[in-house]
């Protein structure tokens, strides 16, 4: 009897643990957002050349601005690669934030959802980002 209250107890903690976290998906890119975001200034003073991180609902891309003026999507650069997000998954809105070598980042917060769960990922004047994991603004709540 013993021996089977412990399985049984066991069993549930196996089962609780491989429970699949719906807003693990969104949790994780939105990192991945921000870890990039937070990585554009320093690659611009590095490089001398100004950058632009451009965003729509599905995906993200990184530019460089060319002498003419022109912008050039860093298509072949591994980390800086144009992202397209997994169904389901969506940025709110759509728009763009440049960096200038010398000069501080623009302050972003940005909102990654996919219906179930939210994250709010803020980045600061300084370059350093948040993830913030919010499922009330998913549902239609209030941060």
């Known amino acids: 009897m013993v021996v089977l209250v412990i399985v049984a107890i066991l069993a549930g903690l196996v089962a609780g643990a491989l429970r699949s976290d719906p807003g693990r998906a969104v949790e994780a890119e939105a990192w991945r957002l921000a870890r990039l975001v937070?990585?554009?200034p320093r690659e611009a003073a590095l490089t001398g050349e100004v950058l632009a991180l451009r965003w729509q609902a599905g995906g993200y891309a990184v530019e460089r601005r060319d002498p003419q003026g022109g912008w050039k999507i860093l298509e072949s650069d591994a980390v800086f690669a144009p992202r397209r997000f997994a169904a389901g998954l969506a940025l709110a809105g759509q728009g763009e934030a440049i960096f200038v070598p010398?000069?501080?980042?623009?302050?972003?917060?940005?909102?990654?959802?996919?219906g179930a769960a939210a994250a709010v990922i803020e980045v600061s004047a300084l370059g350093e980002a948040m993830v913030r994991r919010n499922d009330a603004l998913a549902a239609g709540g209030r941060p």
């Open 102 to 114: 010398e000069e501080d980042s623009p302050p972003l917060r940005l909102t990654l959802t996919d």
């Open 38 to 40: 937070e990585r554009l």
